[in-house]
């Protein structure tokens, strides 16, 4: 039964993270180079520009979700199964996602990056 | 890529992994928290470890607003993986979970996947769109360039 409770956990960590990595990586990039921005005009504008952003929040929102999800899965799996295998899946998912919904292009070395990294992250769960 | 963004990069490797490992170690403390019980949930934040393994997330959330503002969400997961290898290696150290061959491999494999990315470019551009034509222009990816 923790065991089910556990993978239930991954699934929802999964769909909630990829959400959130998308729509959090669409208002930064509307942001811009954060950087650039702090050493132009201050860390206020910084955060005030953040803040303005709507898609932010539910970026945030998305986060929470996976976050919640992530310490439910915790009291009952192990660090070592539930953080690899929501992770593994997570990058696989996020590169399909970010190709479709932020236009990224995810070419053959990223795609490899996303593949390695995934089976290395799952290969850690077993 | 400037030596700052690598910090920035680094940073979100070791306190994604530190703060993981903290609310791990508070929620064991705690133990199984079911759908019944969901008030333990809450409650979940008074636990010093799980308290400090926040600051730390907050300090990964930060650090990830910034990368994710000069670079690619593909470039920048992939980069800062090798916390999972961090991650191993401190639950081995703190919670004594073994390192099995297959794990090892697992640390081969998320080396390789971070070398891929590492040696590409770190944010979707488009200036030389004829030679990319597969992938669409857009408003997101013109705005990097600005």
Redesign the interface.
Known sequence: M?EL?AWAAIALITLAATTG??L???S????????ELWKNRGLLAVIGR?LSTPTFFLGVLA?AVA??S???G???G???LV??AS?SL??VA??VA??IF??????R??W??????A??????A? | MTFRKYLVLAGITVFSTLGDSLLARGMKELGGISLHNVSGLLLAILNPWVTLGILLLLAFFASYMSALSWADLTYVLPATSLGYVLVALIAHVAFHEQILPTRWLGIALIAAGVGFVAVGPSVTTHAHPSTHDDVPADTVSQEVKL
């Open positions: 923790n409770y990595d998308v959090l990586a669409y930064m990039k509307r942001v811009g180079d954060v950087g953040v986060m976050f919640y992530l310490l439910f915790l009291s009952w192990n660090l070592s953080v690899p992770a997570t990058f996020n590169a970010a190709r932020l236009h990224e292009r995810v070419g070395r990223r490899a990056a996303a593949l390695l990294v089976a290395g992250v799952a290969l850690m077993l």
